[in-house]
Every structure is written in structure tokens, then in C-alpha cells.
């Protein structure tokens, strides 16, 4: 049973994952270079950094448009009993 998920979704998870993993880690690194050994500056920002991350993927999924196409042939699979 093989699901067809469109390549833009794919892509949208991958970038936002990528994104997830390195941002804050960044971030807290950076931080911890420009600013000196402040492990809490460091670690608020790079919290913030993950939550933007989040916050943007949420946004960008719940305002994306699925394919009409896509949409119908779901629910023409669907059987009601």
C-alpha cells in the first residue's frame, strides 16, 4: 500500500528538518563565539531559533495547497459502508 505524497511536501519536510537540526545548533554556537562562555544567552536564543522553526512550518503547512486532482482522488477512494 503505497502512498503518493507530493514531492513539494517532501521537500518542505526536509528543508524545515535540516533546518530544526542545524539553526539551533548554530545559533548556540555562534553565540557562545560571539559573546563569550554565556551558556544562558546561548541557550535562550537557540531555544527561540527552534520555535521560529517551528512556528514557520506550521504556517507554511497549514496555508499550502494541496493539488484539486490530488484531493478528489482521495476521496473517491474513500468507501462509505
Not at 560571539?34 to 504556517?59: M, Q
Amino acid at each position: 500500500m503505497a502512498v503518493d505524497i507530493p514531492k513539494t511536501v517532501l521537500k518542505k519536510l526536509i528543508v524545515f528538518t535540516i533546518a530544526m537540526v542545524f539553526g539551533p545548533l548554530v545559533t548556540f554556537f555562534g553565540t557562545q563565539w560571539l559573546f563569550g562562555r554565556n551558556d544562558l544567552v546561548s541557550g535562550g536564543l537557540a531555544a527561540l531559533v527552534a520555535n521560529v522553526v517551528l512556528v514557520g512550518y506550521l504556517i507554511v503547512a497549514f496555508t499550502e495547497d494541496l493539488p484539486v486532482e490530488h484531493t478528489k482522488e482521495k476521496l473517491d477512494d474513500v468507501k462509505l459502508d
